[in-house]
């Protein structure tokens, strides 16, 4: 192609460009198809300047290597002042480029293009002006590795050269191993187009924070250093191992690594955003030991006020401590200082506080907190954006008045994630907002409430720089915290969404938190730079370049754990209900109890068969047996841990527990006249394996001395429960009992219309038994027993288990989990019939009641007022204590009770008065109505927990009560008697004494347990007593009425008969 031609050519393009800014439809240039290479001979020639820019060199070098890998020909790399034949690969600027019209001077920031001519092609953009020169090497050592392009250097270029062997080439980079990158061979290649001009969509584009070497890890499911990670990491770089050894493979992945992400076009603008003031502590507060240079001068003023010791934030309406963050961030953007702690990089400078929400308490910052949000549930709210971004404006604003082009960077982050409603901020205040939920999308109501306060930023800041925090690191991360296996968070198609919504809302940066697996971070790559691709075909092609006829299973097994994994049906009541609530993460229990259940993990396994028969050649091969070392392998490990774990936990015996005496006396053998408030509750009903089981079972026992009456209970619905001729071909309750651990097992069953039958292992059984059953599709199946004990054999205890079976559904709750058939008898649990003497005699009259209660009663309070925030107790003390959170008054028969949710951390405050500080012989008595919650250690009644407490009622797993008193010198003084446990749904009467010797707790007026000597004085604090919340663990869920405080102990006798008089 001669000059003249070539430069028409050139100009008609300029004009094409020209109209399409000026929106005037114009046809662009043919195609022109360029020929590279011939049967494996080069065609062409790359041309870079003489002074070419780091990243035009190492572009060419790219371009060098991918062609030589596509058709086996060695392609020459000239400098634009030597002659060449054949056609030219133009790459980055250069004297060919510009006499062509191309000037990357104009190019906006990370804008790149390719043009195509007879006989040219173009690859070139905008470059940081670095002339050193590049050592290349795909396994470098340090120096030539020093001698890169930074990840976050201007490398339009490169971007231009990856585009070009992507979409011209079809070239694609899939992960960072040995087998990621997928050139199909060619040895005669034409490359065809009319080309293009475009940047990156997002600005900055922060995937993975560690060092190259440590990628993997990061974005994989095996922990780095686990013996999973090394053999997946063997098979993932053989080459690499067998090459290098020691830090010279480290520095060799390094490189490697580095390439794959350079190119997947990470990086970009640089705008770091993280938690940024914890250096202030060795600056401003105290030395700190090894780093004593760094202390300047004590301002406790600039910390959070009404705090002990080290104060956990800082205080945000400081005049000086704006003057000083402000002056950090001049004198970095003056002259490029970073002080230790703080997140600063380009042209941003972070300010953000500690990771926590335990804010200053002065006047001045108490005044901000308006309470918006002070009942939110949800983890990401509003509840101090106020308070917050008032002091991070007036930090923008002196910032800005010496540097009006610089950024002054935040968070909107956990209480201060919603837009501030009184603050509008400054113009050079950019905001990264924390997605937290973007990989939680089961949890619909904390998902979509995220969503929305993504677009709310959005709609207040219409022209503000918005960017974004993802949080790819779930369930991962909990999983190792929680050193358990999660069940894979895979969600390919909620990514797809999330970038189409981001692109709309014009989000246009993204730090990941997390990256991974290698679908999900591939998909994530290739939408960080066009968010719109479509998501389906990204996979097709992902799974069949990959994997080829193993395709199909692989992508099955994908998506059979995406499904699942992303369906709130498949996860416990309160995700599948929606119900509304803090953050849902991943527990050992939902991850192979709920996701990876026996069934699907069995359907998984087959898929990952026949993908091993499918592959074909051994590169496909070896790619499958990655996807089964890294997630397959993950997944049995992890189930086969928990499992372990469900046996250690459940398989055991157990302690024994106690079926209480009827307080009413005979009953009869009327098993209708079993007392539910009184009776035995066994719950949390588990398959035979330990896995939960979605029937909720219960069951209730209750003994008069002559017979055993037990309640069997399902909620039911849609479909009422099937009775057959056979019972065993319906549905049916299995009940175990056994006089010796031994034997001989006697067996009831028992079918929803009332038939039943009685047998032994050892023959026919007459149990004289009782039954009753009914079951609607509109009730609960109740079934009814009587049992008498002389037909038992029972000398004051039973050994029993209880199943709830079907012929037709895998869906089998049972009581005590076998690990093995329905009927073994190792798993029944005993249980110990109380007889008469649990129930105290000589029982006070109410008018004895009354009078002791001028004895030693501190505080009483009703909890019967109504509507209102504020509780009163009867005399003597008038304590008045408030309702915290706006829990809800209900009404409970003629009169009304506090209903406390744990979702809403609501709790009831009653202050810490003198009165209060109990250091001798004490009495709690409460009424507590507990609703089924995943909260662990509800709290009852307290004076702080742990390092704060003083006294106080909790309940521990099994709902069995936690008494504890502590000394003066810290020592934790705890009971938990385990023989007797709340009933969930009904009115419980809990009492705990100390009297000075003993601590002693009570379920519904009887003793539990031996009681625990102890001898101690109990120590004050100013913590307030609190009911529902001690400080520091779970909320307490359900109702609450008539608390009692007293500064004695209370005797069996008068326990027993307050609780009488409550019912």
Request: charged letters at 20%; aromatic letters at 12%.
């Amino acid at each position: 192609m001669n000059a003249k031609r070539e430069r028409a050519w050139w100009s008609a393009w300029g004009a094409v460009l020209v109209g399409l800014s000026a929106s005037v439809a114009a046809a662009p240039p043919a195609k022109v198809g360029v020929t590279l290479s011939n049967e494996g001979r080069p065609e062409a020639t790359l041309v870079i300047a003489r002074d070419a820019t780091r990243a035009a060199q190492f572009a060419a070098r790219e371009l060098q290597w991918h062609l030589q890998q596509i058709t086996g020909a060695e392609f020459a790399i000239a400098r634009d002042d030597e002659p060449v034949t054949g056609a030219r690969l133009l790459v980055g600027e250069s004297a060919a480029t510009r006499a062509l019209g191309t000037d990357a001077g104009s190019l906006k920031p990370q804008e790149y293009l390719i043009r195509f001519a007879p006989e040219t092609v173009v690859v070139l953009g905008r470059d940081r002006d670095d002339r050193g020169e590049v050592r290349y090497n795909p396994t470098p050592s340090a120096e030539e590795l020093a001698t890169w392009p930074g990840l976050w250097d201007e490398q339009g270029t490169m971007h231009a050269a990856y585009e070009f062997l992507e979409r011209y080439c079809d070239v694609r980079w899939f992960n960072a191993t040995e087998t990621g990158t997928d050139c199909p061979r060619q040895p005669s290649l034409t490359v065809t187009g009319s080309g293009l001009q475009r940047s990156p969509f997002l600005r900055y584009r922060y995937a993975a924070y560690p060092s190259s070497e440590s990628y993997d890890a990061y974005t994989g499911l095996w922990p780095g250093g686990s013996e999973g990670y090394g053999r997946w990491e063997a098979a993932a770089y053989p080459e690499l191992h067998r090459r290098f050894e020691g830090g010279a493979y480290t520095l060799a992945k390094r490189g490697w690594v580095t390439l794959f992400r350079l190119r997947r076009r990470e990086g970009g603008e640089i705008c770091l955003g993280n938690h940024s003031l914890y250096g202030y502590y060795r600056r401003f507060w105290a030395p700190e030991a090894g780093q004593e240079a760094l202390f300047e001068a004590k301002h406790a003023d600039w910390f959070a006020q009404g705090y002990e010791g080290q104060p956990p934030q800082m205080c945000y309406t400081s005049r000086g401590l704006v003057e000083q963050v402000a002056k950090d961030a001049c004198e970095f953007f003056e002259t490029g200082k970073n002080y230790p702690g703080a997140q600063a990089a380009g042209s941003c400078f972070c300010v953000e506080p500690m990771d926590n929400d335990a804010f200053c308490k002065c006047a001045a910052c108490q005044a901000w907190l308006t309470g918006r949000d002070a009942d939110s549930p949800f983890f990401s709210n509003g509840r101090h954006s106020d308070y917050f971004f008032q002091f991070v404006n007036e930090v923008a604003k002196l910032v800005r008045a010496k540097h009006p082009d610089k950024w002054v960077v935040c968070l909107a982050y956990m209480t201060h994630a919603a837009p501030p409603v009184k603050v509008k901020l400054e113009p050079n205040v950019l905001v990264q907002y924390c997605f937290a939920c973007n990989r939680l999308n089961f949890d619909r109501p904390s998902y979509e409430h995220e969503v929305e306060l993504l677009k709310q930023w959005r709609a207040t800041s219409p022209s503000r720089p918005l960017y974004l925090w993802l949080y790819y690191t779930f369930p991962v991360e909990v999983a190792n915290n929680g050193k358990f296996h999660c069940f894979p968070g895979f969600f390919a198609r909620a990514v797809g969404e999330q970038f189409k919504l981001f692109h709309d809302q014009d989000y246009r940066g993204v730090f990941h938190c997390g990256y991974g697996q290698d679908v999900e971070a591939y998909l994530t790559y290739r939408l960080m730079d066009e968010p719109l691709l479509d998501v389906g075909k990204l996979l097709d092609e992902y799974f069949a370049r990959l994997y080829g006829p193993a395709a199909e299973p692989l992508r099955s097994f994908y998506e059979t754990v995406e499904a699942t994994y992303g369906s709130p049906a498949n996860y416990p009541e309160a995700i599948a209900s929606g119900r509304i609530e803090g953050h849902h993460h991943q527990t050992e229990e939902v991850a192979w109890g709920y996701l990876g259940t026996e069934r699907r993990m069995a359907e998984l396994g087959a898929l990952m068969e026949q993908a091993r028969a499918a592959a074909q050649t051994p590169e496909q091969k070896a790619r499958v047996e990655l996807f089964a070392l890294g997630t397959w392998d993950y997944m049995v490990a992890g189930r086969a841990q928990s499992l372990e774990h469900a046996r250690a936990r459940y398989g055991g015996q157990g302690a024994p527990l106690r079926v209480p005496f009827a307080s009413a006396g005979p009953l009869g053998g009327n098993p209708a006249k079993l007392d539910r408030g009184e009776a035995l509750s066994l719950i949390t009903w588990r398959s035979r394996i330990a896995e939960p089981t979605r029937r909720q079972c219960a069951a209730r026992l209750l003994t008069d001395g002559a017979w055993l009456y037990l309640q069997l209970e399902e909620p039911t619905g849609p479909q009422t429960p099937r009775s057959v001729a056979d019972i065993t071909g319906g549905d049916y309750w299995e009940v175990l009992l056994s006089a010796q651990r031994e034997g001989p097992l006697r067996k009831l069953l028992i079918a929803p219309n009332g038939k039943w039958t009685a047998s032994g292992n050892d023959g026919a059984w007459d149990s004289g038994a009782v039954v009753r059953s009914a079951a609607s599709a509109k009730g609960p199946w109740t079934a009814s027993v009587a049992l008498p004990l002389a037909q038992l054999s029972a000398n004051g205890r039973l050994y029993a288990n209880f199943a709830r079976r079907s012929a037709t559904s895998d869906d089998q709750p049972v009581w005590s989990p076998t690990f093995g058939e329905f009927d073994e008898p190792s798993a029944l649990r005993e249980l110990i019939l109380d007889g008469p003497e649990t129930i105290p005699a000589n029982l006070p009259s109410a008018e004895e009641l009354r009078r002791l209660d001028t004895q030693g009663l501190v505080a009483r309070w009703r909890l019967a007022e109504g509507p209102g925030v504020a509780v009163k107790s009867a005399a003597p003390g008038e304590l008045t204590g408030t309702l915290v959170g706006k829990p809800q008054w209900v009404k409970d028969g003629d009169r009304p009770v506090v209903r406390l949710e744990d979702s809403r951390r609501q709790y009831i405050d009653f202050g810490s008065p003198p009165a209060l500080n109990l250091t001798g012989p004490l009495t709690m008595l409460m009424w507590v109505r507990y609703e089924a919650s995943e909260v662990w250690y509800p709290a009852l009644l307290g004076k702080g927990y742990e390092a704060t407490g003083t006294y106080g009622l909790h309940l521990r797993p099994g709902l069995t009560p936690w008494f504890e008193i502590d000394s003066p010198d810290g020592t934790r003084n705890h009971y938990n008697p385990t023989d007797l446990c709340l009933t969930p749904g009904e009115w419980n009467h809990v009492a705990a004494t100390y009297d000075g010797a003993t601590m002693r707790v009570y379920l519904n007026g009887r003793e539990a347990g031996p009681g625990k000597a102890v001898a101690t004085t109990i120590r004050t604090n100013e913590e307030p007593l609190r009911f529902g919340w001690l400080g520091s663990y779970g909320h307490f869920n359900g109702s609450v009425r008539d608390l009692s405080l007293y500064n004695r102990a209370l005797p069996p006798e008068e326990v027993f008969a307050r609780y009488q008089e409550g019912r």
